[in-house]
């Protein structure tokens, strides 16, 4: 078995986001919402469970409700986990529980199938983020705190690499179905699910392969489901101990809302608020991942030189600027696509560095402990709750003011919110 720190294993461990980041890109934030819109938008209103929705709503409050799933499993998957030391089978677990629903995407065809692409909507994402509560909870225990920053790192930058690759190559397909002798237009986005999948759950293996399972060769306690609420409870009553870590996961809190909201509703904002075309948006979104490339490594670098927190501040403060630029934007101006492509580039350039920070910047601030499925699930948890208030209240303001230019804007709040908590945070041994 591969030791802690061995280079093998942190690029093992790694190489989950290569895996797993296709999903983010492609069914979260670039060709799927794309689709689900173009889909949707022809009738207004679509009918579910018997009553209508606003297709935009409804998208939202199905991502909502896929957070609310892990939100609730969490601490029972953080408690099995940590009490029978299973980490790598769960982590396997949902790898094919998201990678198989995101095929089953194949089947949404129309309106009259929108019930698969709600339903596997919600497992894919549910399959997603849970393996994530895993894959996180390995990094302190396969790097050393002084490797974790660019293990972390090492991950998103491998996961926008992996995810690039395939976006091109569905961008191929979509754009160019001619030179594949596909006329329905509906094929290429759907055949790009398939490959998703196939490409999560393949290149998974890697990774499974070398993770080691019980770390620290626990045995099954008793009640160890019901441990991990009662794990959950500790770790919050514990945080009065740890000033630090509390005043972090609060900021977390608050950047989480519109990070992960931003990530998620851009392609539908390009197509819907701005009326851009479906391969300008794929562009955009493809120039976000290219630049995150450069934009993890390069603030990785300075966190070398100047430390976790202000480097967390300038990216922050850079995210409430693309807020403001958001709502700023005129779908009417000559420009407009350029302004676009601009807007692209900037959240690309802080978008890996700020998930990178966070990561490695959370398991810096722990405590000496055995339980780190018990404490990323704790940062899962404000994540995933985080996620939730983003995207109903964007899904909200969407049906209040039929706008999203106003969402995004309210957004930028969260920003200040964190901008302010991390000022709070004092420096410590590896923080700084």
């Not at 909870?137 to 930058?157: C, R, V």
Request: net charge positive; proline share 3%.
């Amino acid at each position: 078995m591969l030791q802690k720190g061995d280079k093998k294993l942190i690029n093992s461990w790694a190489f989950y986001d290569w895996a797993n980041s296709v999903y983010s890109l492609v069914i979260s934030t670039a060709v799927f919402p794309i689709y689900y819109d173009s889909i949707t938008s022809i009738n207004g209103d679509v009918p579910f469970l018997g009553t209508t929705f606003n297709p935009i709503t409804l998208y939202d409050y199905a991502l909502s409700s896929s957070f609310a799933i892990v939100v609730i499993l969490s601490p029972i998957l953080s408690g099995i986990a940590d009490y029978t030391g299973n980490k790598l089978k769960f982590l396997k677990f949902f790898c094919l529980l998201g990678s198989l629903s995101v095929m089953s995407l194949f089947f949404f065809k129309g309106v009259e199938t929108l019930w698969v692409g709600i339903v596997f909507t919600i497992l894919a994402s549910v399959g997603f983020w849970g393996s994530i509560v895993f894959y996180n909870a390995y990094l302190p225990e396969i790097a050393h705190p002084i490797q974790q920053d660019k293990a972390s790192a090492k991950g998103f930058i491998f996961g926008y690499i992996g995810s690039v690759i395939l976006l091109l190559i569905n961008l191929m397909l979509i754009m160019y179905p001619q030179w594949f002798g596909i006329t329905d237009s509906t094929l290429p986005p759907r055949i790009s699910f398939v490959m998703v999948g196939l490409w999560w759950l393949g290149f998974a293996q890697v990774t499974f392969a070398k993770l080691p399972n019980n770390v620290y060769n626990k045995k099954p306690e008793k009640d160890y489901i019901l441990k991990g609420f009662k794990e959950l409870q500790l770790v919050a009553r514990q945080l009065i101990h740890y000033p630090q870590l509390k005043r972090f996961l609060i900021a977390f809190f608050l950047l989480s809302v519109g990070v992960q909201t931003i990530v998620l509703m851009a392609g539908i904002f390009g197509s819907k608020e701005l009326g851009l075309p479906t391969p300008k948006l794929i562009i955009t979104i493809l120039l976000v991942q290219l630049v995150a490339i450069v934009g993890a490594f390069v603030f990785s670098r300075i966190s070398a030189k100047i430390g976790n927190l202000k480097t967390l501040k300038i990216t922050v403060s850079i995210w409430i600027i693309v807020c403001l630029i958001a709502f700023l934007l005129d779908k009417n101006h000559h420009y407009i696509e350029q302004y676009f492509y601009v807007l692209g580039g900037l959240i690309g350039l802080v978008l890996g560095a700020i998930q990178s920070m966070a990561r490695s910047t959370y398991s810096k601030l722990l405590p000496e402990t055995t339980d780190h499925a018990t404490y990323f699930s704790f940062y899962d948890v404000t994540e995933k709750i985080a996620i939730i208030l983003g995207t109903f209240v964007f899904g909200l303001l969407i049906a209040l003011t039929d706008s999203m230019q106003y969402s995004v804007l309210f957004l930028g709040i969260f920003f200040m919110g964190s901008f302010v908590v991390l000022n709070l945070i004092k420096k410590t041994e590896y923080v700084s």
